[in-house]
Nanobody, 123 residues
């Protein structure tokens, strides 16, 4: 069992930056691939980024490539999402997720989820 808690969301102006954190507790963090997803009310949850167990492999949605960076610190049991050059369309609830396997772009393949953190980007 893994418990995930996101933090770092908030209100930011377009062009600004935020860093989201996702702290994991429970079983060994390093065995899990980690992903970030986001959801806007009335829309399906969408993939944002993912990292392999050691961060050696990462992937990004085209919409955030070049602006967002995923990283992880296995010693701290934390995964981060550095978001820069934020746009109003990045506004969403952001969720982190853990998968006891290789990382995936599909939310249904993840085993554990955090409660989400709101990111609002004003124009």
């Amino acid at each position: 069992q893994v418990q995930l808690v996101e933090s770092g969301g908030g209100l930011v102006q377009a062009g600004g930056s935020l860093r989201l954190s996702c702290a994991a507790s429970g079983r060994a963090f390093s065995v899990y691939a980690m992903g970030w997803f986001r959801q806007v009310p009335g829309k399906e949850r969408e993939f944002v980024s993912a990292a392999s167990w050691n961060g050696g492999r990462t992937d990004y949605a085209d919409s955030v490539k070049g602006r967002f960076t995923i990283s992880r610190d296995n010693a701290k049991g934390t995964v981060y999402l550095q978001m820069s050059s934020l746009k109003p369309e990045d506004t969403a609830v952001y969720y982190c997720a853990a998968r006891r396997s290789t990382y995936s772009l599909y939310d249904y393949e993840y085993d554990y989820w955090g409660q989400g953190t709101q990111v609002t980007v004003s124009s």
